[in-house]
């Protein structure tokens, strides 16, 4: 493989144009608007100091810029990512613990984040993405919204609250209300700049309202003094950029760091692989799912060795680079380099931002996660569905962020299994008007022949739903008047494992005692190639099996000496 394929950054610099880079550059500053005051506000989220944000931002756009393949894909903190970080690192730092060691652990993080997402990349796992179906999918992020949301509450309102979980954190907020902790002015402050951010997001989208309300945010303490009312500010922030540095945990640690890496791995490569596929159809590309990953592991790599924390592709932040003319990776360099430079000259532009504006930003990332009207159309569309969803809902709003994952992902799982385990199953027959064989349950008026079932069974045939498949035909045949044939239309039958022949053998000896033959028709040839492999010939006749439904009806009929079929 050609270097400029490991390394997409070395082809983009040999292709590049010229004329992109006016409105890459613009496009940068304009990003850099949002990434400054979200990545701080994630950061915080993830239980961490606001400027590890920012070094995030910029060692994440850098790495991505040099091995992502995608031109426009934006990375850096996510709403998404900052819970499951918070609860892989507070349990170990706790709640007075050194803020030294929780940067350290979100390092460390994000450096097995960085290892698990490339050696995804490297070994062409980009599947690992489908272990979260889209409805426990929109469980998920509908119950990380919601936690999300609660948790920042109370510092929208000027106060903390100690609590563990949804049902805590939220007894907790509605307390500190009732007991008049609310900071009026920081609740001015906070909900204020919610409200601009979500009025300009609906009715004047390319207008920045993060940025509008930050900075009215900043100019409303200056102006008024309200940190003197009570309003917590970020505070200056460390001038310059951070060495580089190996995190250093405890062994002990450790496993517990690499088990949340997992599930923020999972997050993060299904948001890639959907957010990717979205900007690649609106700038000409084809997604390359294993080199996204080791693009977003290259980022958290390098996030990780400058005290940064994991990261993922950020739909929102893409699209304003979208939308602002981005046309190339540079867009993100030109982002990282704005912030660093305000980092080493001047670091104290931020120093009066008010806490609870930055509680504003999450929120309002948070009610943009939230898809209620994905829950309704599940509702509509299909019930069970549904139920997994809400399901997956309340495993993130009752266990937790972390559980909650192990629970979408296994109720994703188990939504396949049952797929396969109860498929769907039809008896046949031919509809007036209609060609060829159709389900009982959708025509039941379609003619029946008399001594024949015609049977399909919607699923690969193994040791999962063998039982399933047997008990099925023999209450076919136990039919008052008892059939002649059962005629297995087996198309969909796209697998027969060793555990489903011993069955069948079984029933075939079983049927043939009863007077009864099991026929299949339309089998697929790998298929049929496993059934002789098996040895199954020996007990099933070679002759009952059949190209077409058609072909073996019309040999039913020729043995049982009735009419031929009219024709349609």
């Known amino acids: 493989m050609a270097a400029a394929d490991w390394v997409p950054g070395l082809k983009a610099v040999s292709t590049y144009r010229p004329a992109w880079l006016p409105k890459d550059v613009i496009a940068g500053i304009v990003l850099t608007t949002l990434l400054v005051p979200q990545g701080m506000a994630y950061a915080e989220l993830a239980g961490l100091p606001a400027i590890t944000g920012l070094y995030t931002s910029v060692l994440c756009l850098l790495g991505y810029a040099v091995f992502g393949p995608s031109r426009v894909l934006v990375l850096g903190p996510d709403s998404s990512l900052g819970p499951m970080i918070a609860a892989v690192i507070l349990p170990i730092v706790a709640s007075d613990g050194d803020p030294a060691k929780a940067i350290a652990l979100a390092s460390m993080l994000g450096l097995l984040v960085g290892v698990f997402m490339t050696a995804a990349g490297v070994l062409k796992l980009g599947f690992i993405a489908d272990l979260l179906s889209h409805p426990t999918q929109l469980g998920y992020v509908n119950g990380l919204a919601l936690t999300i949301l609660i948790g920042q509450l109370p510092k929208l309102f000027g106060f903390s609250v100690d609590g563990d979980g949804l049902i805590e954190e939220t007894t907790g907020f509605i307390r500190g209300v009732a007991a008049g902790e609310t900071v009026p002015a920081a609740l001015a402050v906070g909900a204020g700049g919610l409200l601009v951010i979500l009025l300009l997001r609906r009715f004047l989208p390319k207008i920045p309202g993060i940025l509008i309300a930050v900075a009215g945010g900043i100019l409303a303490v200056v102006v008024l003094g309200l940190t003197d009312d009570g309003v917590d500010v970020v505070g200056p922030l460390p001038q310059g950029f951070p060495p580089f540095t190996v995190p250093t945990v405890s062994w002990s ?316």
């Open 253 to 568: 640690d450790l496993g517990l760091l690499a088990a949340g890496a997992l599930g923020i791995t999972l997050v993060s490569v299904t948001d890639t692989i959907s957010t990717a596929s979205a900007f690649a159809e609106r700038t000409g590309q084809e997604v390359r799912g294993n080199q996204e990953m080791i693009g977003i592991g290259t980022a958290n790599l390098a996030a990780g060795l400058f005290q940064g924390f994991p990261v993922s592709t950020s739909g929102s932040r893409t699209a304003v680079a979208f939308t602002a003319g981005a046309r190339s990776q540079l867009t993100g360099v030109v982002g990282a380099g704005a912030i660093t430079l305000m980092l080493v000259f001047v670091p104290g532009l931020l120093k009066d931002l008010p806490q609870p504006m930055l509680a504003a930003v999450v929120i309002a990332a948070s009610l943009s996660l939230a898809d209620p009207a994905g829950l309704r159309r599940l509702w509509r569309q299909r019930r069970i569905e549904f139920g997994l969803a809400v399901a997956a809902f309340l495993g993130v709003a009752l266990l937790g962020v972390l559980p909650g994952i192990a629970v979408a992902v296994a109720l994703s799982v188990l939504n396949v299994f049952r797929r396969v385990w109860w498929p769907y199953q039809a008896v046949l027959g031919r509809a007036e008007g209609v060609d060829g064989y159709h389900d009982l349950r959708e025509y039941p008026g379609a003619e029946r022949i008399p001594g024949l079932v015609m049977f399909r069974f919607d699923a690969p045939l193994i040791f999962a739903n063998a039982r399933t498949f047997r008990e099925e035909i023999r209450r076919l045949a136990h039919a008052d008047p008892a059939p002649r044939w059962i005629l297995v239309a087996a198309e969909p039958i796209t697998d027969v494992d060793t555990t489903a022949a011993d069955m069948l053998e079984d029933l075939d000896e079983e049927l043939n005692a009863a007077g009864i033959s099991l026929v299949f028709a339309e089998m697929k040839s790998p298929v049929r190639t496993k059934i002789d492999r098996y040895g199954l010939t020996r007990t099933i006749d070679p002759a009952h099996f059949y190209p077409t439904i058609e072909e073996a009806v019309a040999a039913y009929r020729m043995i049982s000496s009735l009419p031929e079929e009219p024709a349609t």
